[in-house]
């Protein structure tokens, strides 16, 4: 029966016999190359199957690698975001820690630039009302700290000290409604008195009708009040007034930020008429 | 039977081709007994025991006949298509007259020649110059050999059962 099948295909039997012997052949003859025909032959249809199966596995890692790349791009992204959100940050801070050295610096010439004893002090917290304009600083009666010692910054007057605590004060700005100091205009010499008005800005009273008094004029301190030292500015003159009476009313810009102040001085040498009182 | 009557018959046509081929081959007539073998089979029995035995011929052939430069496989591939084609024609057509026995023998021997030197020529192995009055002679020879095997094998026979009759009588 298998005989009889064999005999009626012997087309492809032959086509069998035939391959096979060529397959014979060929593992015997050399190619142009020196390699043998069946290997030269082999070789190089598994070459393709290597070239394809070569592109595949490269589409198929391309396309990964590109998810992969994608995923990996995407993670780093992330991070790099955190990173440079940290840098921004750290950015910040470093310019803060410029700034407060930029500060201290200038304290620093403030504090060489003068004759008076100082003491440097951070700002440490604000009012605890909006109705009071005052501030804490981190130094206290252990630092030499007393009541109404003059508090000043590079670009001016800031305020008096009025509770000391151990290791802390609060200081009551000079724009507070309860705060004055003894002032005159550095340029007539024209003295009166500035009082806080509770917000930005502060008022100059007792100034004489006759005195010369111009908007954009220098405001300093008189020293007349015992509590600031003479010749520290206050602000300048925004506005000036006849009030129909026998003083002007002049508006002042204080030439302290308070809203940026981060550092003071505070004045450890007693004024004038303080020193009694010290030695009382 | 029959399979083990055809590798007998190869084994027998290699060891003439071998022993008797200075007797063989005269000038440029040749005799290849081993191709005559597959021929014959394979008009006696079809293509598939025809190119099965040109298969097995020829490789054994090749074998036997391994040299530096030839290649095993050569001659069993011109003797599978020879015989594939002898067989088909011996079954296609009426081959049963000595001339056509001859054509075919001889058809076959260029058949064989054309694919075996052709494959030496076409893989730059071995060269043959101008084959074509060798293999002229050859496939005469073969022919010749071929013509006179089917005419022996035809007779043997019958001159066997004379011989046996005449012996009887002669005992009478």
């Given at each position: ?41 082999i070789?190089g ?15 198929v ?150 005195a ?27 506005s ?22 981060e ?18 | 039977?029959?399979a ?26 040749g ?23 040109g ?54 021997t ?17 060269h ?25 094998a035809?007779?043997l026979?019958?001159?066997?059962e ?11």
């Amino acid at each position: 029966m298998a005989l009889q099948d064999i005999r009626q295909r012997s087309g492809y039997l032959f086509l069998a016999v035939v391959v096979a012997q060529i397959i014979l052949i060929s593992a015997q003859v050399n190619s142009r190359s020196g390699v043998p025909v069946l290997e030269s032959v082999i070789f190089g249809v598994f070459a393709e199957v290597q070239r394809a199966a070569s592109r595949a596995v490269s589409s198929v890692r391309h396309v990964w690698g590109s998810y992969i790349g994608l995923r990996r791009a995407q993670a780093e992204n992330e991070d790099l975001r955190r990173q440079l959100a940290a840098a921004q940050i750290q950015i910040q801070e470093q310019q803060a820690l410029a700034d407060r050295s930029r500060n201290l610096a200038e304290l620093l010439q403030l504090r060489d630039r003068s004759t008076l004893q100082t003491a440097a002090a951070e700002i440490i917290g604000d009012a605890a009302a909006p109705d009071f304009r005052t501030m804490t600083i981190d130094k206290g009666t252990r630092d030499g700290l007393r009541p109404d010692m003059a508090v000043i910054a590079p670009a001016g007057v800031v305020g008096r000290v009025v509770v000391p605590s151990l290791r802390a004060a609060k200081v009551q700005l000079l724009i507070d409604r309860n705060a004055a100091a003894g002032a005159l205009i550095a340029r007539s010499r024209a003295q009166g008195v500035v009082v806080g008005e509770g917000d930005d800005r502060l008022r100059m009273e007792y100034v004489s009708e006759v005195a010369e008094v111009s908007k954009g004029d220098l405001v300093v301190t008189s020293g007349i009040d015992g509590i600031f030292p003479k010749g520290f500015v206050i602000g300048v003159v925004e506005s000036v007034e006849k009030a129909g009476g026998m003083y002007k009313r002049i508006v002042v810009k204080p030439a302290v930020d308070f809203r940026s102040l981060e550092e003071v001085l505070v004045v450890l040498t007693p004024m004038p008429g303080r020193e009694v009182e010290g030695a009382e | 039977m029959r399979a083990a009557g055809t590798i007998l018959a190869i084994a027998v046509a290699l060891a003439l081709q071998t022993t008797l081929a200075r007797f063989l081959v005269r000038g440029v007539i040749g005799v290849d007994l081993v191709l005559v073998v597959v021929v014959y089979v394979a008009l006696t029995t079809g293509s598939v025991t025809g190119l099965l035995t040109g298969a097995v011929a020829g490789l054994m052939q090749d074998v036997v006949t391994r040299v530096p430069s030839s290649i095993i496989g050569i001659g069993g591939l011109a003797k599978t298509i020879v015989g594939f084609l002898a067989g088909i024609v011996g079954t296609q057509f009426i081959v049963a007259q000595p001339l056509p026995r001859f054509v075919v023998f001889f058809a076959a021997t260029i058949v064989h020649a054309v694919v075996f030197m052709g494959l030496y020529v076409l893989l730059d192995v071995r060269h043959f110059g101008t084959p074509v009055a060798a293999v002229s002679g050859q496939a005469l020879g073969n022919a010749v050999v071929g013509v006179v095997a089917f005419q022996v094998a035809e007779l043997l026979p019958g001159a066997m059962e004379r011989r046996r009759a005449q012996r009887t009588r002669l005992r009478r």
